[in-house]
C-alpha cells in the first residue's frame, strides 16, 4: 500500500488533526493509498500575514523533509499557500504536491475563469488587504492571474484548529453570497481559498451553479494520478542542494518547540 504523507501548517493535537483528516469524505480515496496527517512542531496561532506564512514554511519544511526516508510515497501540504513545497521538492524525489497550484490547473480544465472565496476575521478587518495581496502574489508566483476574474470575501471567525463547527448556519450562507457576486462578475469555477474552508464544500457545491473546487481533496486526486502514472518533480526545475542541514532544520524546530511549551 502506497502511504502519504499530509502536513498541517499549524501543532494541533489530535483535535485538529481530526478536522484535517475529515477532507477525505469528500472526496473518492482509493484503497492502495493510506494518508497520513501530521502537525508541524511549532508555528505561529494564525495565518494573516508574511510573518505567520515564514514560520508556517520551516515547520512544514522540517515535517517533511525525512518523508521519503520514513517510507511515505508522496507528500502534500494542507495549506492552499503552498507553503514548504519548494523547499521540500529541493530535498525530496517522491512527488510533493501543491494544492493551490493545482486546484488552480484543474479550475482552468473547467472553466474560461476561475474565482477565489477569501475569508476575513471580522476582528482583525486590517489582514483583508494583506489577504488580497496573498491571492494576488499566489496568483502570479503560479502564473494564473490572468484566469482569475475576482477575489471575493466573506466574514468569518478565524479558527483553524476548530473550523466552522457551530458556525455553519452562519457562515455557509455568506460564503454563498460571496459565490454568487464572483460568478456575476464572470467566474465560471470557484476555488476555496483554505483548505480551512473544506467543510463548506458540499453546501456550497449544492447552492451554486458552478464547479467549487476543494484545495485539499483535489490534491489527493492528484496524489493518486501521480502515482499511478509514476511521476514526480523535474530535478531541472528543482534542483538537490549540494549539502542537505536536516539535522541543524530539526534542531531548529526542536528548539522552537520547546520554547512554545515553556510558555
Do not use: W
Amino acid at each position: 500500500m502506497a502511504r502519504a504523507l499530509i502536513i498541517v501548517p499549524y501543532a494541533f493535537g489530535e483535535n485538529g488533526l481530526a478536522h484535517r483528516r475529515a477532507q477525505q469524505a469528500h472526496v473518492k480515496i482509493p484503497t492502495d493509498i493510506e494518508f497520513e496527517y501530521r502537525s508541524i512542531k511549532a508555528g505561529p496561532h494564525y495565518f494573516l500575514g508574511r510573518h505567520d506564512e515564514f514560520l508556517i514554511e520551516i515547520g512544514i519544511f522540517e515535517a517533511g523533509i525525512d518523508a521519503q526516508n520514513e517510507g511515505f510515497d508522496a507528500v502534500s501540504v494542507d495549506t492552499m499557500s503552498d507553503s514548504g513545497v519548494a523547499e521540500l521538492r529541493a530535498v525530496l524525489d517522491i512527488p510533493v504536491v501543491a494544492p493551490g497550484r493545482t486546484m488552480f490547473s484543474y479550475a482552468v480544465m473547467l472553466g474560461g475563469k476561475f474565482a477565489i472565496l477569501a475569508q476575513v476575521d471580522p476582528q482583525y478587518p486590517q489582514y483583508q488587504s494583506a489577504g488580497l495581496a496573498f491571492y494576488r502574489n499566489l496568483l502570479k508566483k503560479t502564473e494564473f492571474t490572468q484566469f482569475c476574474s475576482g477575489i471575493e470575501f466573506f466574514e468569518a471567525p478565524s479558527n483553524a484548529e476548530n473550523l466552522y463547527d457551530g458556525h455553519e448556519a452562519e457562515v455557509f450562507p455568506r460564503m454563498a453570497e460571496a459565490g454568487r457576486r464572483a460568478i456575476d462578475a464572470g467566474a465560471e469555477v470557484l476555488c476555496l481559498g483554505s483548505t480551512t474552508m473544506h467543510q463548506a464544500g458540499p453546501y456550497l457545491s449544492e447552492h451554486l451553479p458552478v464547479p467549487v473546487l476543494n484545495p485539499g481533496p483535489v490534491s489527493y486526486k492528484i496524489i493518486q494520478a501521480m502515482l499511478g502514472l509514476g511521476h514526480s518533480h523535474s530535478r531541472a526545475g528543482h534542483p538537490s542542494p549540494i549539502a542537505r542541514e536536516g539535522a541543524m532544520v530539526h534542531a531548529m524546530l526542536d528548539a522552537a518547540r520547546a520554547l512554545k511549551e515553556e510558555n
